[in-house]
């Protein structure tokens, strides 16, 4: 979100007097040519904006750690719901995670995997420009794992899947499920984190043939 929108957003909550979430799991990993813009909680001076971040980005998922930043009032609640549902989050899980910050581990990963990343993610997008058709658009993230890719009106993209994973082999998430009322169908998530550069290209490649075969159709 751009500084406006975000101003905007916390003065919206503040005329109707309702919270914010802002989920953050990406903000560590900010990989864009300026200035990550403020986060919401930075400009919060009401104490309605809930802060949520996680240690799985920028450590380890496995270890299922995150942290939240609020108001006591909001955090009681917090530490009573979550009571009831797993009685407490595993110690050693947080004695190794405040290792990790004390001993520096995660300061020095966070630039090398940003680096890692926005490499990878610069890579994806000279693979779509190559091979990608006419009337396909994507992203150019600032921050995160994913690129966003909108095709043509013409194709489903939770019905190309199938067809993409049997026929070329390759997956992605369809957008449908990111929409609250799931009313569009021509998008796709892709993630540039985890396949190795030649992956990327391969997957491109084949993901592109997947969108032509279904436009020619
Ligand atoms: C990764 C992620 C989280 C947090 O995941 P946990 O592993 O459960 O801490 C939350 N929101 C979004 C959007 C994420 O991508």
Known sequence: MSMERRKALLDIASRY??????????????????????????????????????????????????????????????????????????????YIAAELLRRGVIERNIPRIKEIYRSKRDLMLQALSEYMPEGVTWTKPSAGMFIWLTTPEKIDTGEMLSVAIKKYGVAYVPGKSFYPNEDRHNDMRLNFTYPTPQQIFEGIKRLALAIKEYLSQ
């Open 17 to 94: 007097d309702v919270l914010i979430i802002e989920d953050d799991p990406y903000g560590y990993i900010y990989f864009g040519d300026e200035e990550p813009p403020a986060r919401l909680k930075a400009m919060d001076s009401e104490g309605r904006v809930i802060y949520l971040s996680t240690f799985s980005k920028i450590a380890a998922p496995g270890l299922r750690l995150g942290w939240v930043a609020a108001s006591d009032e909001v955090i009681r609640w917090f530490e009573l719901a979550k009571q009831s549902i797993d009685l407490h989050t595993s110690t050693l899980n947080q």
